[in-house]
């Protein structure tokens, strides 16, 4: 597991309270994990915050899945 | 006439996450008071409060319980608490299996006093320090009044009225004599009805002491700080917590073979239309809240047998003192008259709804809980009984609470056991 990849599942762990083990590439923040669209929102923050990346509206817009969100950081990281 | 019953009951304060622990509590005479453990004290002019102990405490409150993990990390305490303290309240009328008929006609009116200040405190920081694109999406919806109510009607499917009362201190009261309106007129079967609070947090301690309401003289004894009807009296301490009852119609408590606390049988409102923070020196809106609650009871002066008085440790105690002696009579007319915030502080918008729960449980155990730190009783309170330190065992058979708020709302109500 990549670092970007650790961190940005711990992150979805603490903000969604769901089980580690769930929180999978593939997985859907709303279908898989439970959030809604304010979750995102959230979340989108907080990976900004970690990582020091700036995610416009239209990205936040497009990342569904967990993968989604690391492949975005890692693209766009400093 | 529909007439209107409580059978469930829930609280989370300073003395207990739930409602034995609470009331074993206070009936032992132990006091919520401490140091403020939330944040640095150290350039306040009050560093005391009555704080809900953590889950890990003797008699702490443990979230974890009835409140989702995902939904205590968007809301402010005071939304937690409420939720807690209702889904007690259900749990102990035994509502948590309704049936979608039955939902359609049950609601909620759960109030507050201030609502999510320590989120709009924490929230400003950030978006004073980091700008408003870090300002949480959950901000709003975390910190409005009326998501109490919100939140247990999503968690319970209460599809019936949804309502939110906002009276500063009388919230808890008048959320409880609304809900019982409601009922009475046919809009709904059950209502759960209280009111929470949590305002103990840098600008809520700051803004209360910069107020002078609250006790700025005790920061080295808590546990006495919080004495009403004592002349050494100097300010309230700040509680927190939430109170919240189901009122149910009467016949359909009966019908399901519902334990049946208490019959709400009067409400009173009035306005002081004087002062913002200071009552009527004459005390005329209390008085005037109480004889409408009185008026719809049908009881008489002496039917009384214990009065939860609003009681702040201020310089109110008096004049509430005086107002209840005018309508109740010198000697209150053989009731017993006590402060439980002389125990848990003043819970504001979550007070009234707590201390009616301490009148419901005075009736089901026929005992009154005591008035703390009475050591010295103020001028005007010979010959009235108001429970000084020890709890009181005696028949009560009906109950007055009064509470008074913050804009001169004043609120009363009046409960008394069913036979």
Redesign the interface.
């Known amino acids: 597991m990549s670092d970007t990849e650790e961190r940005v599942k711990k992150i979805v762990v603490e903000h969604l309270g769901v089980e580690a083990d769930k929180v999978t590439m593939d997985a859907s923040f709303i279908d898989d994990l439970g959030a809604d669209s304010l979750d995102i929102v959230e979340l989108v923050m907080a990976f900004e915050e970690e990582f020091g990346v700036e995610i416009p509206d239209d990205a936040a817009e497009k990342i569904t899945t967990v993968g989604d969100a690391v492949k975005y950081i890692e693209e766009h990281k400093g | 006439m529909r007439r209107v019953v409580v059978t469930g009951l829930g609280l989370v304060t300073p003395l207990g996450g739930d409602v034995e622990t609470t009331w074993n509590n206070l009936i032992a005479g132990k006091s919520g008071a401490g140091q403020i453990t939330r944040f640095d004290t150290s350039d306040q002019k009050c560093t005391i409060a009555c704080e809900v102990k953590p889950a890990d405490h003797e008699y702490g409150f443990d979230p974890d319980k009835r409140v989702?993990?995902?939904i205590r990390?968007q809301v402010d305490p005071f939304i937690v608490y409420g939720i807690d303290a209702a889904g007690q309240a259900l749990e102990d009328a035994g509502l948590l299996d309704m049936d979608e008929e039955t939902k359609l006609r049950a609601g909620c009116s759960i109030g507050s006093g201030i609502g999510g200040l320590p989120g709009i405190e924490s929230e400003s920081l950030v978006l004073a320090n980091k700008g408003p694109?870090?300002v949480?999406?959950?901000f709003v919806h975390g910190r409005l009044i009326n998501l109490i109510s919100g939140q247990v009607s999503i968690k319970y499917g209460l599809m019936g009225p949804n309502h939110a009362v906002v009276t500063a201190c009388s919230t808890g009261a008048h959320s409880i004599g609304d809900a019982a309106r409601m009922i009475k007129d046919g809009d709904a079967d059950i209502m759960l009805a209280g009111g929470a609070e949590s305002t103990i947090c840098p600008i809520g301690i700051a803004g209360f002491a910069q107020a002078k309401a609250l006790n700025c003289s005790s920061n080295d004894a808590p546990e006495k700080a919080s004495r009403p009807y004592d002349k050494g009296r100097d300010g309230f301490v700040m509680g927190e917590g939430a109170g919240v009852v189901v009122l149910e119609e009467y016949e359909h408590a009966k019908a399901r073979g519902a334990t049946i606390y208490a019959e709400v049988v009067g409400y009173g409102l009035s306005g002081d239309a004087y002062h913002v923070t200071a009552p009527h020196p004459e005390g005329k809106g209390a008085e005037n809240a109480m004889r409408m609650a009185f008026k719809k009871a049908g009881l008489g002066e002496g039917d009384i047998d214990y009065v939860n008085a609003h009681g702040t440790s201020t310089m109110a105690d008096t004049i509430e003192l005086a107002a209840v002696k005018r309508v109740l009579g010198d000697d209150l007319g053989g009731a017993s008259m006590s402060s439980t915030k002389s125990a848990i502080g003043h819970l504001l918008g979550g007070a009234g709804a707590v201390e009616a729960i301490f009148c419901i449980l005075a009736i089901r155990d026929q005992i009154v809980p005591p008035t703390l730190n009475l050591d010295d009783p103020d001028e005007g309170t010979e010959g009235v009984d108001l429970v000084p330190k020890v709890a009181k065992k005696r028949e009560v058979k009906a109950v007055l609470n009064n509470s008074f708020g913050f804009g001169g709302t004043n609120a009363s109500l009046i409960m008394k056991a069913v036979d």
């Open positions: 989702d993990f995902k990390r694109g870090r949480s999406p959950h």
